[in-house]
């Protein structure tokens, strides 16, 4: 039997309460029925206005903040992508059927995001609870005083929260400047590799102490060769960096010893079991070979790098793919696979930050690389890897860390 099609019009004119699509301009795009009844307003008064146009601070009210309440809100969620409860609110409407003469009303906001399939923010949706006669039933209870008491308790209320965040900011602000530190004691300076061109980006998620699990290591071999790796520890913070730290060491001295990725990573894979924390993580290993002009390449459950030829054609090196880090392997060594490359080519490593986003298939995440990588690969690795940043990266700023290494081949 056919499932019937869900008519999301209807659905969205049905939701209780009083609801409306913004854009990130704080525009109207849409509202329900439940606004229109409890506004006094009608869609063409609304629709395609700016909303402190059609809803302005009362002006016979010189302590009214809710329009800049509900502006910094709805902001917020544009610039931060996350959802925003809002303590009741004071907002005065004025009557449509007397101009001039304004209705004291209370309201119980929550602004939320509504994402495009990349990660952006295409609206917010703005849900309120009108708690009106609620106010009024506490101000007749307390004497005709209760609104006022509310607004006072929810001034001095905020104003607590307020001295919180200012201890939490301050807090935060000094563990930063120690995470800072030690990411910068964890990986390595960006440097040349040989007389080869380079370039390296680490960029932290939104929201943490900037310093994560993602890595990478470029290390100088013998003869006209280069070991390039990333890899990835599950988790963020301070304790995702030790690890991190850990892994990048051993593998940077597995490579001078194994001389070849696969057996390099199998070592790692062996050294992670008594790492705390580190098992399932990823890790990709890459020898560059300029004398021979090939890649040889081992991935432990790693997003596969990136070659873009000089003709502009774009290969995702797939083909020695393993299990992560201190996951058994039925075989007894890890898969190793090797790619040609010509002068002029350009090979891509990164850690998943870079592709995956939470809306949509990690294809697509490879695909809008591919088509960066070719637009860009004639520039130098320095703004490369700025452009492939700016390309694949949402301007709200990324759930994920992400570190970038771009070399020129």
């Not at 509900?70 to 959802?83: D, Y």
């Not at 002009?293 to 873009?308: E, F, K, Q, V």
């Given at each position: 039997?056919?499932?019937?099609?869900?008519?999301?019009?209807?659905?969205?004119?049905?939701?209780?309460?009083?609801?409306?699509?913004?854009?990130?301009?704080?525009?109207?795009?849409?509202?329900?029925?439940?606004?229109?009844?409890?506004?006094?307003?009608?869609?063409?008064?609304?629709?395609?206005?700016?909303?402190?146009?059609?809803?302005?601070?009362?002006?016979?009210?010189?302590?009214?903040?809710?329009?800049?309440?509900?502006?910094?809100?709805?902001?917020?969620?544009?610039?931060?992508?996350?959802?925003?409860?809002?303590?009741?609110?004071?907002?005065?409407?004025?009557?449509?059927?007397?101009?001039?003469?304004?209705?004291?009303?209370?309201?119980?906001?929550?602004?939320?995001?509504?994402?495009?399939?990349?990660?952006?923010?295409?609206?917010?949706?703005?849900?309120?609870?009108?708690?009106?006669?609620?106010?009024?039933t506490w101000s007749t209870r307390n004497g005709g005083s209760g609104a006022r008491m509310l607004e006072a308790d929810l001034y001095t209320r905020a104003r607590?929260?307020?001295?919180?965040?200012?201890?939490?900011?301050?807090?935060?602000?000094?563990?930063?400047?120690?995470?800072?530190?030690?990411?910068?004691?964890?990986?390595?300076?960006?440097?040349?590799?040989?007389?080869?061109?380079?370039?390296?980006?680490?960029?932290?998620?939104?929201?943490?102490?900037?310093?994560?699990?993602?890595?990478?290591?470029?290390?100088?071999?013998?003869?006209?060769?280069?070991?390039?790796?990333?890899?990835?520890?599950?988790?963020?913070?301070?304790?995702?960096?030790?690890?991190?730290?850990?892994?990048?060491?051993a593998l940077s001295a597995a490579c001078h010893v194994a001389k070849r990725p696969a057996p390099a990573l199998e070592a790692l894979s062996t050294y992670a079991?008594?790492?705390?924390?580190?098992?399932?993580?990823?890790?990709?290993?890459?020898?560059?070979?300029?004398?021979?002009?090939?890649?040889?390449?081992?991935?432990?459950?790693?997003?596969?790098?990136?070659?873009?030829?000089?003709?502009?054609?774009?290969?995702?090196?797939?083909?020695?793919?393993?299990?992560?880090?201190?996951?058994?392997?039925?075989?007894?060594?890890?898969?190793?696979?090797?790619?040609?490359?010509?002068?002029?080519?350009?090979?891509?490593?990164?850690?998943d930050g870079l592709i995956e986003r939470r809306t949509e298939d990690i294809d697509t995440g490879l695909r809008r690389l591919a088509v960066s990588l070719a637009?860009?690969?004639?520039?130098?690795?320095?703004?490369?890897?700025?452009?492939?940043?700016?390309?694949?990266?949402?301007?709200?700023?990324?759930?994920?860390?992400?570190?970038?290494?771009?070399?020129?081949?």
């Amino acid at each position: 039997m056919r499932r019937p099609e869900t008519d999301y019009a209807a659905v969205f004119q049905a939701l209780p309460g009083v609801v409306a699509l913004l854009t990130p301009q704080l525009v109207y795009v849409d509202v329900n029925g439940g606004f229109l009844r409890a506004t006094g307003r009608t869609r063409d008064q609304v629709i395609g206005r700016y909303i402190f146009d059609v809803f302005p601070d009362n002006p016979n009210d010189p302590t009214a903040t809710g329009m800049r309440n509900f502006q910094a809100s709805l902001l917020r969620v544009v610039a931060t992508g996350e959802r925003d409860v809002m303590a009741v609110q004071r907002y005065d409407v004025e009557d449509p059927a007397r101009p001039g003469v304004w209705q004291e009303r209370y309201w119980s906001p929550i602004n939320v995001p509504v994402f495009a399939p990349d990660g952006q923010v295409i609206m917010v949706m703005l849900r309120v609870e009108e708690v009106t006669e609620l106010v009024r039933t506490w101000s007749t209870r307390n004497g005709g005083s209760g609104a006022r008491m509310l607004e006072a308790d929810l001034y001095t209320r905020a104003r607590e929260l307020q001295e919180v965040n200012e201890r939490l900011r301050r807090a935060h602000a000094h563990e930063r400047e120690v995470a800072l530190s030690l990411q910068a004691a964890m990986l390595p300076v960006p440097r040349p590799v040989g007389h080869h061109r380079a370039a390296v980006r680490y960029q932290p998620a939104v929201g943490t102490l900037n310093v994560c699990g993602d890595w990478y290591e470029l290390t100088d071999m013998p003869g006209d060769r280069i070991a390039v790796a990333v890899g990835d520890v599950v988790g963020h913070g301070l304790r995702a960096a030790g690890v991190m730290g850990q892994l990048r060491s051993a593998l940077s001295a597995a490579c001078h010893v194994a001389k070849r990725p696969a057996p390099a990573l199998e070592a790692l894979s062996t050294y992670a079991l008594s790492v705390q924390g580190a098992e399932s993580s990823t890790a990709l290993q890459a020898f560059v070979d300029w004398e021979t002009r090939i890649i040889t390449y081992s991935s432990a459950g790693h997003p596969p790098p990136a070659l873009a030829h000089p003709d502009g054609t774009v290969a995702f090196l797939d083909q020695a793919t393993g299990p992560p880090l201190g996951i058994p392997t039925d075989s007894e060594v890890r898969p190793e696979a090797v790619e040609e490359f010509d002068e002029g080519a350009v090979l891509v490593l990164y850690t998943d930050g870079l592709i995956e986003r939470r809306t949509e298939d990690i294809d697509t995440g490879l695909r809008r690389l591919a088509v960066s990588l070719a637009r860009h690969r004639g520039a130098d690795p320095e703004s490369l890897a700025d452009a492939l940043l700016l390309d694949l990266l949402p301007s709200r700023g990324i759930t994920d860390d992400t570190v970038l290494v771009v070399v020129r081949l």
